[in-house]
């Protein structure tokens, strides 16, 4: 199986700040790799594909980067709204894995 | 715009089968989407469970392949779940979800981009 590790697990952050989420493949696996945001009590929401591509009606202030073993995930202005746990999915291969999850709370 | 509902007991007995339902709504079940099932223990991440095709073709984690079973009934526009010999390790909330490809520079991606709000089951005697 291919192990996904975030980091950190979680931040505290203030609204307006830039924050970015790592995510770190155990092998290559391109750019088949999604972001998902998951509130508390609700079910995760995809937000990036590919990497790098924004779900339809996510927010331009939600960006994704990396190919191979490294991705990043980068909100530019922290909202209210934002505040939850984000996870990195690989699609790569069989089984599917998930990041261990990066929580964001409020500074 | 799709939807996913999950249905099923709530509480399941110690070496016994946890079964639940998906409803699809909104799209049909026979499209070129795969069906899947992902759990998350209370606190914990995400675990990938398996999939299904309307055609019947499925993937299964190898972790728990042994004890899954994943179905689809096209009549009713639904998939379901089977999870046998359960033990308190499987309590989790389960989430039913679409599995759809997009197109990047050429390349398909697919991967969960609707899911259904999640049922918590809980394994207790």
């Known amino acids: 199986d291919i192990q996904m590790t975030q980091s950190p697990s979680s931040l505290s952050a203030s609204v307006g700040d830039r924050v970015t989420i790592t995510c770190r493949a155990s092998q290559g696996i391109s750019n088949y790799l999604a972001w998902f945001q998951q509130k508390p009590g609700k079910a995760p929401k995809s937000l990036i594909y590919a990497a790098s591509s924004l779900q339809s009606e996510v927010p331009s202030k939600f960006s994704g980067s990396g190919s191979g073993t490294d991705f990043t995930l980068t909100i530019s202005s922290l909202q209210p709204e934002d505040f939850a746990t984000y996870y990195c999915q690989q699609y790569n291969s069989y089984p599917r894995t998930f990041g261990g999850g990066t929580k964001v709370e409020i500074k | 715009q799709v939807q996913l509902q999950e249905s099923g007991p709530g509480l399941v007995k110690p070496s016994g089968t946890l079964s639940l339902t998906c409803a699809v709504s909104g799209g049909s079940i026979s499209s070129t989407n795969w069906w899947s099932w992902i759990r998350q223990p209370p606190g914990k991440g995400l675990e990938w469970i398996g999939e299904?095709?309307?055609?019947?073709?499925?993937n299964y984690n190898p972790s728990l392949k042994s004890r899954v079973t994943v179905s689809v009934d096209k009549s009713k526009n639904q998939f379901s779940l089977k999870l046998r010999s359960v033990t308190a390790a499987d309590t989790a909330v389960y989430y039913c979800?679409?599995?759809?490809?997009?197109?990047?520079?050429?390349?398909?991606?697919?991967?969960?981009?609707?899911w259904g709000q999640g049922t918590l089951v809980t394994v207790s005697s």
């Open positions: 299904i095709y309307h055609s019947g073709g499925t």
């Open positions: 979800a679409r599995k759809k490809r997009y197109f990047h520079e050429s390349s398909g991606h697919e991967f969960e981009d609707y």
